[in-house]
């Protein structure tokens, strides 16, 4: 059984300059303050990929210090301005995660499109509320930070 859902946010700035952020470490972990910070595996993130690549493990902290979920972090696309993630968690057997930034008239569009499956069917009815609960809140801080 899966679960997916998507959220939308538009910003009253340049599509690069969001961009930049979203795929910075503290621009990451910006969405997700106060609430949980991801630590990265050290070592630069990669501006573009040209094919699928294994990024690491990346810890979920709630609170920024309590380790949550840890993410096997997959990159299937990295271009400016889009990526594709498919990844596996503790708690789940499959994590897609595609965010998109574009263009649009005053600013640009963020769209993130989450599906997942967990690792146990009775998980889904407390992942699908969580992870929109999440999500939302990220989307509630770009749009405060660009505002």
């Not at 059984?1 to 998507?6: E, R, V």
């Not at 902290?61 to 594709?84: I, K, N, Q, W």
């Amino acid at each position: 059984m899966f679960g997916h859902f998507t959220l939308r946010s538009r910003l009253p700035r340049p599509p690069e300059a969001v961009w930049a952020d979203a795929v910075s470490r503290r621009g990451i972990n910006d969405e997700f303050f106060p609430w949980l910070r991801m630590r990265l595996p050290p070592g630069d993130l990669p501006a573009r990929l040209d094919q699928p690549a294994r990024i690491g493990r990346c810890w979920m902290l709630l609170l920024g210090c309590l380790p949550v979920e840890c993410d096997e972090l997959t990159l299937l696309r990295l271009e400016p301005g889009a990526f594709d993630e498919r990844s596996s968690m503790l708690g789940q057997r499959v994590w897609w995660h595609r965010r998109r930034v574009r263009a649009v008239a005053g600013g640009c569009e963020v769209v993130d499109r989450v599906a997942f499956q967990p690792r146990c069917a009775w998980m889904l009815p407390v992942c699908r509320p969580l992870f929109r609960l999440v999500f939302g809140w990220r989307h509630y801080r770009l749009r405060r930070r660009y505002r």
